[in-house]
């Protein structure tokens, strides 16, 4: 069996950039739209993806119709399924409604099978907790699924859980949930938020951050340095082996714009 996945995060889309915080917001008024970083991108590859998983911040605090919007416009796009978790910047009704196209009151837990291979959406986005929390409830959901160690399986989520991979903090999370992904067979979690692409091993299996298709910054002084520079991910798995490819823009970094925070 082989399977063909692309992995992207943190588009931060909207059609105005009116809602959400200010500083952000007249940033991210002067960058490409992330449709347009998309393009520069995936416009001369190929697209045989056998699905496309976006790991959060999809939209500025979208309205349903600006989740309705991007959804429809990746998928016609790439030609295949996308499926997607929440991040810190979604308005988490619309993104269910509009995004996943449900009605359920809070999407925790979801499970998606493509030919056998199994996606499992953790959302680790919460209101009270904008860094993010892994809660105890989506941990049992967890280890009830993991049961099944048969299936080849990835784990997607919003939230950094690695302490040194950048200098935002990582999500809320207990020993139960390290002991779960420690005694899994899962191939690997793949994660964004930072907006800076990270490989690493998370109690002992494989850990992939994303870039974005948004902006990136760095932090001096208190003072944020924006920059655009689109990168996703694309995996095959095949014969029992995940393996990653990073797909970035060839051209250097953009500078957008630098503000004070704190
Ligand atoms: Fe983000
Ligand atoms: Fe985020």
């Not at 991210?28 to 993806?49: A, G």
Request: net charge negative; aromatic share 14%; with cysteine.
């Amino acid at each position: 069996m082989k399977t063909k996945f692309l992995h992207i995060s943190d588009l931060h889309f909207s059609f105005t950039y009116e809602r959400g915080d200010r500083n952000f917001c007249e940033m991210m008024k002067k960058m490409s739209s992330p449709l347009e970083q998309i393009r520069r991108i995936f416009d001369e590859v190929e697209k045989d993806y056998d699905f496309v998983c976006v790991t959060g911040d999809i939209c500025e605090f979208g309205t349903e119709e600006e989740y309705r919007y991007i959804h429809d416009w990746l998928q016609d796009y790439f030609g295949c399924p996308v499926i997607g978790v929440s991040g810190n910047h979604e308005d988490k009704q619309a993104f269910i409604h509009g995004f996943l196209d449900l009605n359920q009151l809070d999407p925790v837990y979801q499970e998606y099978y493509f030919n056998g291979f199994r996606v499992i959406c953790l959302d680790s986005s919460d209101e009270k907790h904008n860094d993010g929390i892994i809660t105890h409830e989506s941990c049992q959901m967890l280890r009830k699924s993991l049961k099944d160690r048969e299936t080849p399986t990835i784990v997607i989520t919003h939230h950094h859980l690695i302490e040194d991979q950048f200098d935002m903090p990582i999500a809320i999370y207990g020993d139960d949930f390290r002991e779960i992904i420690r005694s899994s067979n899962i191939l690997a979690i793949l994660n964004g938020h930072t907006h800076h692409a990270y490989e690493g091993t998370f109690e002992g299996r494989k850990y992939y951050t994303a870039g974005s298709f948004s902006f990136l910054c760095s932090c001096t002084d208190n003072v944020l340095n924006c920059y655009e520079h689109a990168s996703g991910q694309q995996f095959v798995y095949e014969d029992g082996v995940l393996t990653r490819t990073v797909l970035e823009d060839e051209s250097d970094p953009v500078f957008l714009d630098k503000f004070r925070i704190g």
